[in-house]
Nanobody
Framework: QVQLVESGGGLVQAGGSLRLSCAAS????????MGWYRQAPGKQREFVAG???????NYADSVKGRFTISSDNAKNTVYLQMNSLKPEDTGVYYC?????????WGQGTQVTVTS
């Protein structure tokens, strides 16, 4: 069984920074994609950033140039460095691992950006 645990969320003023972490435990044989998603109140969950097994990255247009995704494959951990935060970045951030045995979600971590 695979478990993902996120950390690093919190309350920050606009223009500030946060770094999210997501650590996976359990039987992970191969991870094809590690990603971050977010869900704002009353809205659907949306893709934020992803990093593929070959270290290729992809970002939502709304976060390009401000957020950076990285990973430590030896630790089965993915990070999201968020700079120049805006109030519209507020939401619950979830990590997701897509592996050969299926997809797994973390429990989410709250990010609140005040103006």
């Amino acid at each position: 069984q695979v478990q993902l645990v996120e950390s690093g969320g919190g309350l920050v003023q606009a223009g500030g920074s946060l770094r999210l972490s997501c650590a996976a435990s359990g039987s992970i044989f191969r991870t094809d994609l590690m990603g971050w998603y977010r869900q704002a109140p009353g809205k659907q969950r949306e893709f934020v950033a992803g990093i593929f097994s070959e270290s290729r990255t992809n970002y939502a247009d709304s976060v390009k140039g401000r957020f950076t995704i990285s990973s430590d494959n030896a630790k089965n951990t993915v990070y999201l460095q968020m700079n120049s935060l805006k109030p519209e970045d507020t939401g619950v951030y979830y990590c997701r691992f897509s592996t050969v045995t299926g997809g797994y979600w973390g429990q989410g971590t709250q990010v609140t950006v005040t103006s």
